[in-house]
């Protein structure tokens, strides 16, 4: 069964400190990873995708096939980086493709 | 820039009401979504739909029914609202083509009294 694991609900860094937002997964298939981010009263969007190997808003994300994970990473945590985290594999059901959301994790970046 | 729109941020119904919640998106997405967003289960899908007229059940579909007459437009429907139905409900698109990003609505609040 396909499944996306965030094992921490809750994360709080200072600013400036290093940021980890943990995402391991189940998927029998060749998997494809997302990390969406949902800021306060705003819409979820994305941030990455392990495809693209981009940095985007100073986050990287590698995909280790090995341990099934696939970790955010950030070197310096900001105080606007406070949102809540969800990554996301996405995997084929009836032919089409779907999302499966991990429980998401909330980052705060105190002062 | 890819709009996806829900027409009511905030309802409140009572329970056994018939709640129809609307979903449109402006760029001939051929897939769209319904699901529900809960403190501590995260997103949780309850329909999709990857063509007109076509809808299949995601992990929670009970108490729940969809609609797609038209491409553009998504709805999700609740035949008997129940107070466990109280959630965020997003409605999320995206273009028929592996990988491809979703977009998401704002979402809608429903509250059921």
């Known amino acids: 069964a396909q499944r996306v694991t965030q094992p921490e609900k809750l994360l709080s860094v200072f600013k400036g400190a290093p940021v980890e937002l943990k995402c391991n997964y189940s998927?029998?298939?060749?998997?494809?990873l997302f990390w969406y981010v949902q800021y306060s009263r705003q819409r979820l969007q994305l941030l990455l995708r392990h495809i693209s190997r981009e940095s985007i808003k100073g986050f990287t994300a590698d995909l280790n096939k090995g341990e099934t994970s696939f970790h955010l990473k950030k070197p310096f945590a900001q105080e606007e980086d406070s949102a809540m985290y969800y990554c996301a594999l996405s995997t084929s059901l009836g032919g089409s493709e779907k999302l499966v959301f991990g429980k998401g994790t909330k980052l705060t970046v105190n002062p | 820039d890819v709009k996806v729109t829900q027409s009511s941020r905030y309802l409140v119904k009572r329970t056994g009401e018939k709640v129809f919640l609307e979903c449109v998106q402006d760029m001939d997405h051929e897939n769209m979504f319904w699901y529900r967003q809960d403190p501590g289960l995260g997103l949780r899908l309850i329909y999709f739909s990857y063509d007109v007229k076509m809808k299949e059940k995601g992990d929670i579909p009970e108490g729940y029914s969809v609609s797609r007459e038209k491409k553009e437009r998504f709805s999700l429907i609740l035949e008997s609202a129940s107070t466990n139905q109280t959630s965020m409900y997003l409605c999320?698109?995206?273009?028929?083509?592996?990988?491809?990003?979703?977009?998401f609505g704002e979402g809608s609040w429903l509250t059921v009294v």
């Open positions: 998927y029998s298939g060749s998997p494809e």
């Open positions: 999320a698109s995206r273009t028929d083509s592996s990988g491809n990003t979703i977009y």
